[in-house]
């Protein structure tokens, strides 16, 4: 009998590269409240001669620059999440299903898995179900 061990995603994570900018490309007056006061960062995360170039931000206990790992672990869990069905997202996320805002939400996480998908190519799915720390 053979028991399938899961990666980790610390482990997948050494294969990507991450460069970043302090500053995000995301317009001051755009930001919400929450970004407006935390650390943004203008990131590209670089892996198999692909790359993704996006915003991310960390909250202000944060005092260390963003890893990969990190990066991944955020977007990994926006991507899941985008993977519902919009009925399902609301009811997972306690969002209410006639919100503008929450359909917005569910289209940016949607966008997510789509980027990561066209980063990771055939790895997306090794790297979505990976064990987290």
């Not at 995603?9 to 990507?16: G, Q, R, S, T």
């Not at 996006?54 to 909250?59: L, S, V």
């Amino acid at each position: 009998m053979s028991i399938e061990t899961k990666e980790r995603l610390k482990v997948l994570a050494n294969h990507v590269c991450l460069k970043f900018d302090c500053g995000c490309a995301l317009d001051w007056d755009s930001q919400d409240e929450w970004q407006q006061n935390a650390n943004g960062y203008r990131c590209t995360l670089h892996y198999k001669r692909r790359q993704y170039t996006f915003d991310f931000w960390q909250g202000v206990g944060h005092s260390e620059d963003p890893t990969a790992e990190g990066c991944l672990e955020c977007l990994l869990s926006d991507a899941f999440s985008g993977a519902d069905d919009f009925e399902e997202f609301c009811a997972n996320m306690g969002y209410d299903s006639d919100s503008r805002r929450a359909e917005r939400i569910w289209r940016q996480c949607h966008k997510v898995a789509e980027n990561l998908k066209r980063l990771l190519g055939d790895d997306y799915e090794r790297f979505l179900y990976a064990e987290r720390d």
